[in-house]
């Protein structure tokens, strides 16, 4: 769904409201028509038509534990961050002005990723050569973490239609907190030569996240009419 549809969608809502009084002039006049996106939206790895918002803190339950085997503490803790905020993303763009998931979805994520955290701060350190082979999960991570960021420059119109701008502005901020501190933990248990791998493989990542809070602190919530 483009920006232009969910422009639509938020004057839609404000249309029913201002028609729907006694005696109001427009009360007669159809609404506006929805224009046609820009651009198709994105295919999700999880289809809005299976999996429901009130689904998503199930998946980030069942995904604990499929720790595979071989798979360092710092491996799985990317892996995991990747599925984590695929899931976010994927609250984002269902949001179509009923439930917004992604408060609460974003307050169990940061949970886990405090536990992975954990698990990380209790490994053994992490050799030059394994730094480098955590490169295709940080490219992951910057990857999935941008199209987060356009899922909310996308849904920004309804996020602030529905009132949603400063729960969104403070889940952000819990996110980046502890998505840097995932990033400080691996670079702390790293060996000093190979420090710099990792901070400069988490650059995009953690800037996408940045992006997203930039956004949502430019929201404003629309006043009741």
């Not at 232009?4 to 969608?9: A, D, G, K, M, Q």
């Not at 071989?70 to 905020?85: P, R, T, V």
């Not at 974003?106 to 886990?112: A, D, G, L």
Request: glycine share 4%; with cysteine; hydrophobic share 35%.
């Amino acid at each position: 769904m483009g920006l232009l549809t969910e422009e639509t969608s938020c004057l839609n809502k404000r249309w029913q409201r201002h028609r729907s009084r006694p005696g109001h002039i427009y009360s007669a006049i159809p609404p506006p028509q929805s224009r046609a996106p820009l651009q198709t939206e994105r295919q999700l790895s999880f289809s809005a038509l299976e999996i429901s918002n009130q689904s998503l803190l199930a998946i980030v339950k069942m995904t604990k534990g499929l720790e595979q085997s071989g798979d360092s503490a710092f491996e799985y803790a990317l892996k995991q961050a990747n599925i984590y905020l695929g899931l976010l993303e994927q609250a984002v763009n269902n949001f179509d002005g009923s439930i917004y998931d992604f408060p609460k979805l974003t307050e169990s994520v940061s949970r886990h990723l405090n536990e992975d955290i954990s698990k990380v701060r209790e490994s053994s350190k992490l050799s030059e050569a394994g730094a480098a082979d955590l490169e295709l999960l940080f490219d992951d991570l910057e990857t999935t973490s941008e199209s987060l960021y356009r899922a909310f420059v996308i849904k920004k119109p309804t996020i602030q239609c529905t009132s949603n701008s400063n729960v969104t502005l403070d889940s952000l901020r819990t996110l980046l907190v502890f998505s840097e501190g995932l990033v400080s933990a691996i670079v702390y248990k790293t060996d000093l030569d190979a420090k710099y791998l990792v901070e400069d493989y988490a650059k995009q990542y953690l800037k996408n996240i940045r992006s997203a809070l930039v956004v949502a602190g430019g929201m404003k919530d629309e006043a009741p009419r």
